[in-house]
């Protein structure tokens, strides 16, 4: 059983990261070695990411130390993190199902964003004394035995009809309770009498025959026909033998409904395995993965369904292939003898030894190359190709019928080839001609898509110098030649902050870079809120309740606010760094350093003297230290 692990400590080490909080370096000081769930949280307690460890100490110290590579999402993630709160569990299965558990509860960030197929029906055997058979959308933890989901649900209809041809079962939702028959509380109902039902109501059918014909329901949802139609020939031989004609006769008409039933599913292999096979498609640049599950039962496929995965960028395939797997069998009833796999998986001991506690016996993961199994897995992995497409399809229809209005208004306006649906704005700004700054903005759909905000200095100025025509054609070249380089995203629209003569200096430099012409380019007067062409004398004057102007107003402004922004905080950092300068021994490059990784002045005159020499060096550190708390504070 997992327990809550209070993580308490008294004295903290020295860390390697200068963005460690103390409290931070005080948990990590004393993490267990135990397995269990870590949750990292930012500075309001929101958890940013939950993830499961054989051992605690090892896994969550790795992601602070400074020689670990790390891509663009971890890096962010790290930079917030600001708490962990850990739960120690007694094995790495309670970890694996703990964490799942949490995922789902938290949806955190920066995890896989795993979407499950809550929203396919699954066939539900309830946790009753006579338990019930029907279809349901909604899985809740009581103790009932779930199977599915069934991406088809004319194909979970099927399953349903095969149940009631072969069984007689309860439909009621009376309370059944062994007092209650016993002193005739129910009657017999309309089921009853049209033979659907067996009338345990009325102490007709006993508890354990009830049960049995449940065992023998789950063995039919589980996939397993052959060895039904055996459990029924068996019978019938055993009813026939005792002269039990009747009896003997419904057990050959159940066997012959099983037949039907059995004929209608796929053969895929001659043997009579159970397996599961896991096949993903993924595509990096749509940030989304495919993994589709083909349950074979006694060599036939019992149904596929489909899991999308969100938010993958840096994670590799093998996380994505144990994320998907981890949710199934964490939610299963039934586990196979074999495991069949498109890609490997992260962790795969962990998935070993949970299917080896569940099941009982060991299960096989692997990921086939050749032989009938592998012409299995390019089934399955075609499936997953024909799912992502669909995906990516239906993605793209979604996202035309959410082109908000002006986006649409605009394109008529300024007459556009295409839909502006990513606008790219430029904005200058100094103060009295210092430090003299350039804004980039993205809007795609009408919204600001902050991550992609790009902010500039202007390096081919004087110091002093006044420049707005020179200070655009550098930051427009800089912007275009990276994107060329980069082979995009390349805008459908570029608004440029400013008149005619801004206008020509970004054409200018959108020439020099070889961009010139691959996109539209507009210029915003500010005055009249005219929009210029490229060598057009007259302007455009676009009607001021049109919602093309007021979506061009966003734009132009969100570019102003983010120039300024960035240029206040550039004199601020400066005017800081000029009163670290002040301190012998500390010079601008040691300031801005100091400034960049702690943040503020007033965390630079609290830091430690091992916090400032993990950034500026033992000597500068004491100089500071000094400086701020007097000689004593650094012996």
């Not at 590579?69 to 309670?94: F, G, H, M, N």
């Not at 194909?155 to 059944?176: G, N």
């Not at 102007?549 to 606010?561: G, K, M, P, T």
């Amino acid at each position: 059983m997992a327990w809550a692990f209070a993580l308490l400590a008294r004295h903290a080490i020295p860390v390697p990261n200068p963005l460690v909080n103390e409290r931070l370096a005080q948990k990590l000081a004393h993490l267990p070695t135990s397995p269990g769930v870590y949750q990292h949280k930012d500075a309001s307690g929101t958890i940013l990411y939950v993830g499961k460890a054989k051992n605690l100490r090892n896994r969550v110290r790795s992601y602070f130390q400074e020689n670990r590579p790390r891509d663009k999402r971890l890096q962010a993630l790290v930079s917030k993190i600001e708490d962990i709160e850990l739960i120690v569990t007694d094995t790495e299965a309670e970890a694996l199902i703990l964490e799942n558990t949490l995922i789902k509860q938290h949806q955190p960030r920066y995890n896989v964003n795993l979407k499950d197929d809550k929203t396919y029906p699954w066939i539900v055997v309830t946790n009753e004394r006579f338990p019930r058979v029907f279809p349901t959308r909604t899985v809740r933890r009581d103790g009932s035995k779930y199977f599915g989901p069934y991406t088809d649900v004319k194909a979970m209809y099927a399953v349903l009809d095969a149940v009631k041809s072969l069984f007689k079962l309860r439909t009621c939702t009376l309370p059944l309770h062994p007092a209650s028959i016993e002193a005739g509380k129910f009657s017999a109902c309309l089921e009853y009498h049209i033979q659907r039902c067996a009338a345990p109501c009325i102490g007709l059918q006993s508890e354990d025959e009830y049960t049995e014909t449940i065992r023998r329901i789950e063995t039919l949802l589980s996939g397993k026909t052959n060895e039904l139609a055996a459990i029924l020939e068996a019978d019938m031989k055993r009813l026939a033998g005792a002269f039990k004609f009747e009896e003997a006769a419904a057990r050959r008409d159940q066997i012959a409904a099983l037949t039907v039933y059995a004929e209608k599913q796929k053969v895929v292999t001659n043997d009579e395995s159970d397996r599961d096979l896991f096949a993903m498609a993924l595509d990096r640049e749509a940030d989304v993965a495919v993994v589709v599950l083909f349950k074979v039962r006694e060599g036939k496929v019992l149904g596929q369904h489909t899991r999308v995965l969100r938010r993958i960028e840096g994670q590799t395939d093998e996380t994505l292939m144990q994320a998907a797997v981890e949710q199934h069998y964490t939610e299963a009833t039934f586990f196979p003898v074999e495991v069949l796999l498109s890609h490997g998986l992260d962790d795969q001991d962990v998935i070993e030894a949970f299917l080896r506690e569940q099941r009982g016996k060991a299960v096989q993961i692997r990921v086939p190359e050749r032989g009938d199994k592998a012409g299995l897995m390019k089934m399955a992995e075609a499936n997953a190709n024909l799912q992502l497409g669909e995906w990516l399809r239906q993605r793209d229809a979604r996202e035309a019928e959410r082109i908000p209005k002006s986006v649409d208004a605009l394109q008529r306006d300024l007459r556009l080839p295409a839909l502006p649906r990513r606008i790219e704005c430029f904005d200058i700004s100094h103060l009295s001609g210092t430090g003299t700054v350039a804004s980039c903005v993205v809007f795609e759909d009408g919204m600001p898509k902050k991550s992609e905000y790009r902010h500039y200095k202007i390096k081919s100025l004087e110091p002093g110098q006044i420049d707005d025509f020179a200070s655009m054609r550098e930051v427009v070249e800089r912007r275009y030649s990276r994107v060329l380089e980069e082979n995009g995203p390349w805008p459908d629209l570029v608004i440029i902050d400013g008149g005619k003569g801004q206008l020509s200096s970004a054409v200018r430099a959108m020439q020099e870079a070889g961009v010139y012409g691959k996109f539209p380019v507009v210029g915003l007067a500010k005055r009249l809120e005219e929009l210029f062409f490229p060598g057009d004398s007259e302007s455009i004057l676009i009607p001021r309740t049109s919602s093309s102007l007021h979506l061009v107003q966003r734009v132009r402004n969100e570019a102003h606010r983010f120039a300024v922004t960035f240029q206040r905080k550039q004199r601020q950092l400066t005017t800081l760094a000029t009163e670290l300068t002040d301190i012998p021994g500390v010079g601008p490059a040691t300031a801005q350093k100091l400034l960049k990784a702690l943040g503020s002045l007033k965390r630079i005159k609290l830091a430690s003297v091992d916090d400032l020499a993990a950034v500026a060096g033992r000597s500068a550190a004491e100089k500071i230290v000094a400086h701020y708390r007097g000689a004593a504070a650094s012996s």
